[in-house]
């Protein structure tokens, strides 16, 4: 389907044109965004150098389910409009979740998009762009359901060391709050060797670890006929030679059965860590919300989980002021909360979503209520994740090194990457000791504890161990591909070349 666009000048000199993707939203749209800009560069365009202030095709890869998600994106739709009138030959192309749900309205309020995709086609967006820029026309392309499944696409990771594995997409559920399964479809599942097979390939290219990926992800194996496919999955996963850490995402409370929980404490690889969506500790809101399990449900699952693995780090999802809820019902989330001690919880007002039986519901809750109920559900998961973390103080934990430094990192000197159980550690590295790269893990001892994260400050080199690997040597090849230099498999050491990596201060 086209629509009329202002005209798009092909490029007429010899340099390649440049991409950038902007994702927002969930685990699953930074997946789709790997596979965008892997589709991309097989395209023969390279990503935007930090230095250029604008691509000359950007990308949206939308969410429909954040509260705003459609005014943060025809905003900044706006301010391309300019940037592309003085600029022939730029392209704009809206993508994901919120493009499956509007459709034409994102052509009729921004005319100068030169493509719209949905989440069933991924696949399909360098030909729309070159559709777009041959036709001078708007290309518009919207599948019901699902073309091809993502992971046969091209991907560009955004890690060396960690990679998203998607398992399933779409869902069977129907929570009354949710866009998501008329936007994604329902649930399709890979087969088992399928998902092995790029495992191990992103091994090979040097990843130690894999989050797998799905709406349901405990539900996998419904589409095949086999209900404990996931946990048969898990147990694969740790016979992969070289693959170190495995996690996944999201899992739903009423599929999670105990060959799940049997399956992560006895395969040694699968982290310490589960993200557990509560929702609501109401059981009448749960039911509302048609969610089908209960408080008891949920809180039982929590107590199997940790007497099988008694250090695992759980993380919950909240939804705050969901129509209809009553201060009875707000304060028996706030009683669940308290029970769980989640180590983190994402924590969100309910909005209206159109299209959701949840929007026609009476009893939408005044905006005051809502802020008043939120403040106090996050005042007390904050105070439980500083309780949390501060039982930390003290213990050795193996960290894998990030390239992502903490915000005050000028100015501690410190590196930082997750623990087993997915915490945020920043270290510092002893004089003297060798500097770990990204994708190399560390083993520190824990000195400080804040709400969001620890911090470890070795006393010296017998308290910092540093561990280097195959991910930390595929950084060192990938910065020596971007750099134009020979790679140096043990980059790092004292007095070495740090590729692309700034010499780090220590402390004094």
């Known amino acids: 389907m086209t629509h009329p666009s202002p005209a798009s000048e092909k490029q007429t000199n010899a340099s390649p044109r440049t991409y950038e993707v902007r994702t927002y939203g969930c685990q699953m749209n930074v997946h789709d965004s790997e596979r965008l ?3 991309l560069e097989a395209a023969g365009l390279v990503a935007k150098d930090e230095r250029e202030p604008i691509a000359d095709v950007v990308v949206f890869n939308t969410c429909a389910v954040r509260e705003n998600a459609d005014n943060k994106l025809y905003g900044n739709l706006g301010l391309l409009a300019k940037v592309k009138e003085a600029r022939p030959g730029m392209q704009i192309a809206v993508g994901g979740c919120l493009a499956q749900k509007d459709r034409e309205t994102i052509l009729r309020k921004a005319p100068w998009v030169d493509a719209v995709f949905g989440t069933h086609n991924v696949g399909a967006l360098p030909a729309l762009l070159e559709r777009a820029r041959h036709n001078n026309e708007a290309q518009l392309e919207i599948l019901e359901s699902l073309e091809v499944f993502p992971s046969t696409l091209p991907t560009k ?3 060396v060391h960690s990679g998203w594995v998607s398992i399933s997409v779409g869902c069977n559920n129907t929570c009354t709050f949710c ?4 936007l994604r479809g329902k649930e399709r599942d890979r087969r088992p060797g399928e998902i092995l097979a790029e495992i191990e390939a992103l091994v090979s290219d040097g990843a130690i670890e894999v989050t797998l ?5 405990n539900s996998y194996g419904v589409e095949f006929g086999d209900r404990l496919a996931f946990g048969k999955l898990l147990r694969a996963c740790g016979k992969i030679e070289g693959l170190e850490r495995v996690r996944f995402t999201s899992p739903h409370p009423a599929a999670f059965t105990d060959d799940v929980i049997e399956a992560m404490a006895q395969t040694p690889n699968v982290m310490p860590q589960l993200h557990m969506p509560l929702q609501s500790g109401s059981d009448k809101v749960l039911k509302d919300m048609r969610r089908s399990y209960r408080s008891k449900k949920f809180l039982g699952i929590l107590d199997k989980v940790r007497e099988q693995i008694p250090d695992a780090a759980i993380s919950t999802d909240i939804i705050v002021g969901f129509p209809g ?6 304060q028996a989330t706030l009683d669940v909360v308290e029970r769980s001690r989640f180590a983190t919880a994402f924590t969100f007002q309910y909005s209206k979503r159109p299209g959701t039986p949840a929007a026609e519901l009476e009893e939408q809750l005044p905006k005051a209520v809502v802020q008043e109920r939120f403040e106090r559900l996050t005042a007390l998961q904050d105070r439980i994740c500083a309780e949390e973390n501060a039982k930390k103080l003290g213990a050795r934990v193996e960290v894998l090194v ?5 915000r005050k990192s000028s100015e501690t000197h410190r590196l930082s990457g997750r623990s087993k ?3 945020l550690v920043h270290f510092s590295v002893p004089e003297g000791a060798d500097t770990p790269r990204p994708g190399d893990l560390v083993t520190v001892t824990i000195t400080e504890a804040a709400a969001f994260h620890l911090v470890a400050d070795p006393t010296g080199a017998q308290d910092y161990e540093l561990r280097r690997s195959r991910a930390g040597d595929a950084w060192d090849r990938a910065q020596a591909d971007s750099c134009g230099v020979p790679g140096q ?3 790092g050491t004292k007095g070495g070349v740090l590729l692309g990596m700034p010499a780090l201060p220590v402390r004094g």
């Open 213 to 217: 990926l799905g709406q349901n992800v």
């Open 402 to 406: 990030t390239a992502h430094a903490g």
């Open 421 to 423: 159980d997915q915490r």
């Open 37 to 39: 800009s892997g589709l």
């Open 179 to 182: 866009i998501v399964p008329s």
């Open 157 to 159: 990771r955004e890690s």
């Open 489 to 491: 498999g043990s980059v």
């Open 325 to 330: 809820e009553t201060e009875q019902d707000f």
